[in-house]
């Protein structure tokens, strides 16, 4: 009997009227695990009506109330992380340490949340005018939508869901199709940590999904995270409904080696954040910037580590231990095998080809090995597009201004790194970059919880960043009360005044 991923609505499992269904596999075998239900509209108005009903009493549920439900959430995810890594790999190919990786980074998020108190605090003025007092508030929004990508099946909704909970809001998580399951696990876990049924919601499926929170007049705003167009399209038309919305979109994140900078680091980073979740993060470095002399050493020195990498089904637990997965998908894989013979035809110098990959194990999966090119141009295919996968290209460069004017004219701004052993220069780098996570000697410069995380130009539409206090921000509406209470023992104030109330 197939395994069937259904929806979660009301604390239990919901297999909705929709018949369509897409196929989940695992990555590292090619064989289909699982069926994963896709909503039609019909399904989608039922998790909505169930999230609706819900974010009323949550919403009225007091601050201590629900904290205690986001710590309670805390400890078991952190008791309980290593089964929901196994999920994501199962579903996503990563290998175990890296699942496991992401669950902390989401973790972080849950425990910024738990100060959730302190960061609901509006102000107060006593005595703003004569008798009159002036306080603010921030309340929830009521019903918020998640649409989160494959690629960090557990990271990107607890980006917005603790938060979102937290400040006393409703959430309907819509996860990939590509690895829905974690979605499921992470709801049961809400249930159990004491959050009332309908106040988390999963919906699954696909556009059909999608559209019908963006359309929904019971959804007050959407966090997307996926590719750059899909991204500009849930921008448009949640913004046309009314609704307040974040997207975040692809990258092409360059990493600039100045030529003092430490270049046995500088390689290590190069490989961890080149290859690392096979290149499928939306903070991998794609692009290396070589400002010479320094070009030759250092590719020599990714080439020799590069070669060391092994890569296999990320599940294995005994035998010789693997860095990097498969990549999601079949169809994925072979697109990414494009883009090699697209640079290779291009006239870039291949160093390191992926596609000769022997996996350790596992053989009948997504197979793409790290690959590496250099004497890449900016005119080349593989230097403009967002690969997602593996490969890692080195472009040449003979100044810092070359460098910089490469990263600031490309049309991504996620993020961005610099090696160099020069604080002056990594501080002018600083300020004139325009992208929105810059990592010093830090190639994958992921924001800690209570900053945000969000990037520049097409990397990004809306203006509030995930997480953080823009992330409060961004799931509750301000309120300004305005109060006077006379004083029993004054002389009633009042008559009758029709000019603009003014304040004395
Ligand atoms: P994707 O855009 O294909 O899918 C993202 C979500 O949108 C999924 O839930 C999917 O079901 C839905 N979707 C897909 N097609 C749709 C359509 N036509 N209409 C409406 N909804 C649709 O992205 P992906 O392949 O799952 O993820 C990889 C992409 O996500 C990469 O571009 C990566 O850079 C990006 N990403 C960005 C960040 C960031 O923080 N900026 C983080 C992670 C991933």
């Known amino acids: 009997m197939t395994n069937l991923i259904q929806h979660w609505v009301d604390g239990a ?65 952190n008791a309980r992380k290593d089964e929901l890594a196994a999920i994501i790999t199962a579903e996503h190919g990563k290998v ?36 009159v007092d002036v306080h603010s508030k921030r309340d929830p929004l009521g019903v918020v939508g998640v649409i989160s990508p494959f690629n960090f099946p557990a990271m990107v909704p607890m980006w917005f869901f603790p938060i979102a909970l937290a400040a006393g809001n409703a959430v309907v998580l819509k996860p990939s199709e590509k690895d829905p399951s974690a979605a499921l696990w992470i709801a049961a876990l809400w249930k159990e940590a004491g959050l009332p049924d309908g106040v988390l919601t999963v919906l699954q499926g696909d556009k059909v999904a999608v559209d019908a929170l963006l359309q929904s007049p019971d959804v007050a705003a959407i966090s997307f995270v996926g590719s750059t167009p899909i991204a500009e399209y849930v921008y448009r038309e949640a913004s046309a409904h009314g609704k307040r919305v974040q997207a975040l979109g692809g990258a092409k994140n360059h990493m600039v080696v100045l030529p003092d900078a430490d270049l046995d680091l500088a390689a290590d980073a190069a490989v961890n954040a080149g290859f690392g979740s096979a290149g499928e ?90 690959t590496l090119f250099d004497h890449v141009t900016p005119d080349m295919e593989v230097y403009r597009e967002e690969i997602f996968g593996p490969v890692l290209s080195v472009v040449r460069v003979a100044s810092y201004a070359e460098a910089l004017a490469l990263v600031n004219d490309h049309e991504y701004g996620n993020g961005t790194a610099i090696f160099t052993n020069d604080g002056g220069a990594a501080r002018r780098f600083e300020a004139d970059v325009k992208v929105g996570m ?58 009758l005044e029709l000019g603009f109330p003014r304040n004395d």
């Open 96 to 131: 175990h340490s890296d699942a496991l990786g992401e669950i902390a980074r989401g973790q972080e998020v849950v425990e910024f949340a738990c100060g959730i108190p302190h960061l609901l605090k509006g102000g107060h003025s006593e005595s703003a005018a004569t008798g």
């Open 13 to 77: 499992p919901f297999r909705g009227t929709s018949t369509a269904t897409a196929d989940v596999t695992n990555p590292a075998t090619g064989q289909v695990t699982g069926q994963v239900v896709l909503a039609d509209a019909a399904d989608a108005a039922a998790v909505i009506a169930s999230a609706k009903a819900a974010s009323v009493g949550w919403g009225a549920t007091s601050i201590a109330r629900r904290t205690q439900v986001v710590f309670a959430f805390r400890e078991l995810l």
């Open 281 to 370: 993060r939306c903070m991998a470095i794609s692009v290396l910037v070589a400002v010479e002399p320094v070009a030759d050493d250092l590719v020599a020195r990714i080439a020799e580590r590069t070669r060391t990498l092994r890569t296999g089904d990320g599940r294995r637990s005994e035998g010789p231990e693997v860095d990097m997965g498969p990549l999601v998908t079949q169809a994925h894989r072979d697109r990414v095998a494009g883009f090699v013979e697209s640079g290779e035809s291009a006239g870039a110098k291949l160093v390191v080809d992926g596609r000769d990959v022997r996996p350790v194990g596992e053989t009948g999966g997504f197979w793409l090995g790290p």
């Open 438 to 495: 810059i990592g010093v000697n830090v190639p994958i410069p992921v924001p800690v919880a209570y900053y945000s995380f969000g990037g520049w130009k097409r990397s990004l539409l809306g203006d509030t960043h995930a997480h953080g206090t823009e992330g409060v921000h961004f799931f509750t509406r301000g309120k300004v009360v305005t109060s006077r209470w006379p004083d029993p023992a004054q002389r009633r104030e009042g008559g």
